[in-house]
């Protein structure tokens, strides 16, 4: 059995929503190989994070560098949603995103909420020797559409370098990807191939993390 946290970062209904379709072919693929995983859906437009602060910093930063720094109440306070949401990612064995491209990037949401769980002492440590993963995650699948079309490397991809970077920094090195491009329909006269193609994609990723 394994512990998924399902973190979703799009305001779109499914109907509407090319990335949430990829999700549920995920999810239907992984539960007909595997039922029985535990799934921990974090709708992060009903669940919005509130973005890095500086008592939010003062809270997990200063005691890397002085571990008998105190942290005020103000400093606890906002330090809530972190300390909830630190808890749901260490908890979990794979992490799947759902997400759209946005201005080349991921929308400033699901960054408001990496920025809240990559927290120093709580999901990795860091130190002389380096950063160590305290989390469990083995691998991320990321579910994506974009309106245009970009080639694995293109600088322009700010989601999968993005992931690549933040996750690669705290031990994530695994990370897959199913990506419905070239969704914007004027450019893209194959535009729903594509996104069958992509849905094929996602079914295929959900079952072969049935295996992890
Ligand atoms: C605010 C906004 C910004 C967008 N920026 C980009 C972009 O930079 N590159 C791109 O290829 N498509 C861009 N698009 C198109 C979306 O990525 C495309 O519609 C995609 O299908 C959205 O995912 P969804 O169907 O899962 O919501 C943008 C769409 C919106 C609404």
């Known amino acids: 059995m394994m512990n998924i946290l399902h973190v979703i970062a799009n305001p779109k209904p499914v109907a509407e929503a090319h990335s949430k379709q990829l ?32 008592e939010t910093y003062r809270h997990f ?20 949603y972190a300390r909830q949401h630190c808890g749901l990612f260490n908890q979990a064995d794979l992490l799947v995103i759902t997400t759209p491209l946005w201005n080349f990037g991921m929308p400033a949401i699901l960054k408001a909420w990496l920025d809240q769980v990559l927290m ?14 305290l989390h469990h995650i083995r691998k991320v699948v990321a579910l994506v559409s ?54 094929w994609d996602a079914m295929q990723l959900g079952e072969a993390v049935a295996g992890l």
């Open 23 to 54: 999700a549920a072919a995920f999810f239907t693929a992984l539960k007909a190989k595997q039922p029985g995983n535990q799934v921990t859906e974090l709708d992060l437009y009903a669940n919005p994070p509130p973005f890095y602060d500086y």
């Open 61 to 80: 930063w200063y005691p890397v560098f002085d571990p008998a720094y105190k942290a005020s109440e103000k400093e606890m306070a906002a330090a809530q």
């Open 120 to 133: 120093p002492n709580v999901t990795f440590t860091i130190g002389g020797n380096g950063v160590k993963g």
């Open 146 to 199: 974009s309106g245009g079309t970009y080639e694995a490397g293109d600088s322009r991809d700010g989601i999968r370098n993005g992931l690549r970077a933040a996750f690669g920094f705290v031990g994530i090195t695994d990370i897959e990807v199913a990506w419905s491009q070239g969704q914007n329909p004027l450019f893209f006269k194959d535009a729903a191939e594509r996104h069958k193609r992509a849905i």
